[in-house]
């Protein structure tokens, strides 16, 4: 079963503006994680947010957390064609695996458009 | 430094057929993971191997089998392909939290 569900499933915005794109989980986490995926390639890793903390930034990317409400939101500002992609959360829950285990939403599929 | 490295990147089997995904990683990393995705369902894990010599099953392991040869390798093996097993298929590393991915497998199942 899936931990994380991304909204929305697909969003295609002008290139210049901000994209925003949503994860909620259900169960308590160790920390969040997003994954962006070019088309045919495997995931890259972009930011990792532990529970403790409520915002982080990487260079365009911004990304909070909400424990209360289980969810976490990811923010690209000023987004270039070289955005498009679609993009995972993954979360990392105390459970199975001593901790090993990500476990991945549905992926948003963002499309910039020129 | 190649990273994590799958081989094939594409299959097409007949059902009943088998065949096995190869999976090699050059950054000494003990967690290795085989994940398949599929239109509409994210990722879904199928099996993991936190070190060498050591393997679990994942979410979705019915009609595969895994084996960590040693720290780089990490094979997976289907024994009787299926329609339902077509796929792409991605092998990952992970390291302080973080997984590291191959370029994947599409794999088709006639």
């Known amino acids: 079963s899936q931990q994380g569900e991304e909204d929305p499933q697909a969003l295609s915005i002008q290139e210049g503006e901000n994209a925003t794109m949503n994860c909620s989980y259900k169960?308590?986490?160790?920390?969040l994680q997003w994954y962006r995926q070019n088309s045919g390639r495997g995931l890259v890793h972009l930011i990792l947010?532990?529970?403790?903390?409520r915002e982080k930034h990487s260079g365009r990317l911004r990304v909070t957390l909400d424990t209360s409400k289980k969810s976490s939101s990811l923010l690209i500002t000023a987004s270039r064609a070289a955005d498009t992609a679609s993009y995972f959360c993954?979360?990392?829950?105390?459970?199975?695996?001593?901790?090993?285990?990500?476990?991945f939403g549905t992926g948003t599929r963002l499309t910039i458009i020129p | 430094n190649a990273g994590v490295t799958q081989t094939p990147k594409f299959q097409v089997l007949k059902t009943g057929q088998s065949m096995t995904l190869q999976c090699a990683q050059d950054?000494?990393?003990?967690?290795m993971y085989w994940y398949r995705q599929d239109p509409g369902m994210g990722l879904r894990l199928i099996y993991y191997?936190?070190?060498?010599?050591?393997?679990d099953k994942g979410e979705v392991p019915n009609g595969y089998n895994v084996s960590r040869l040693n720290k780089r390798e990490f094979s997976l093996r289907l024994e009787s392909a299926a329609p339902s097993q077509t796929s792409v298929y991605f092998c990952?590393?992970?390291?302080?939290?973080?997984?590291?991915f191959g370029a994947g497998t599409r794999l088709s199942v006639l």
């Open positions: 990952a590393t992970r390291a302080y939290n973080i997984q590291y």
């Open positions: 191997s936190a070190s060498e010599g050591t393997t």
């Open positions: 950054m000494n990393h003990n967690s």
């Open positions: 993954a979360t990392d829950a105390p459970s199975n695996f001593g901790n090993e285990k990500l476990t």
């Open positions: 947010i532990r529970s403790n903390e």
């Open positions: 169960t308590s986490i160790n920390n």
